[in-house]
């Protein structure tokens, strides 16, 4: 399974953007299908956005359709998840996870997870 480390995260205010960045290691990162999902607090972990290992194509939940947007860069083992227009209940611990093969929307799916990285937006 490969390694993940994130970056990007902070505080910003209701509008603002903000960029995460997750950084594979250890793996072939072509063979893996790429997702971001966050924990808010007292809730589940849920599936934000992911972007499969041959097609390249991204899929997002639908509260964020439209304002985030993730991609990949196989060159530098790298995925990234752009939010733009963010809001308050965007607030949660965004993770970002590998899963070897075609992408699927269930956490236990996926074998390796970074750290995770606080998202905080303010009203």
């Known amino acids: 399974q490969v390694q993940l480390v994130e970056s990007g995260g902070g505080l910003v205010q209701e509008g603002g953007s903000l960029s995460l960045s997750c950084t594979a290691s250890g793996g072939t990162f072509t063979d893996y299908s790429m997702a971001w999902f966050r924990q808010a607090p007292g809730k589940e972990r849920e599936f934000a956005a992911g972007?499969?290992?041959?097609?390249?194509?991204?899929y997002y939940t639908h509260s964020v359709k439209g304002r985030f947007t993730v991609t990949r860069d196989n060159a530098k083992n790298t995925v990234l998840l752009q939010m733009n227009s963010l809001k308050p209940e965007d607030t949660a611990v965004y993770y970002c996870a590998a899963r070897l093969g075609g992408l699927r929307p269930g956490p236990s799916e996926f074998g390796s997870w970074g750290q995770g990285t606080q998202v905080t937006v303010s009203s």
């Open positions: 972007i499969s290992w041959r097609a390249n194509t991204d």
